[in-house]
């Protein structure tokens, strides 16, 4: 990879500078989707879903997820 000049560099700090890309609002990262995913539960079935997705090593969506599948799969 080609390094940047002095000029380059300048002119790419000036662009960003002025620029400045937009921040995503509202949606929230991974982690508030995690959260507001076990919200909408009660607290039990928020924490049995918690402690099988941690010993699983998945995210709580991932343990849901894989948990209707077997049921979808013993159901056919």
Known sequence: MA???EEEAD?????WTKNTPPLKGGAGGFFTRQ???LNLLDNV??????SQAETNHQTPAEFIGAMVRD???ASA
């Open 45 to 50: 079935t928020a924490a049995y879903i918690r």
């Open 11 to 15: 002119a790419l700090d000036e662009l």
């Open 3 to 5: 390094r940047m000049t």
């Open 71 to 73: 049921r979808l799969a």
């Open 35 to 37: 959260r507001d995913l």
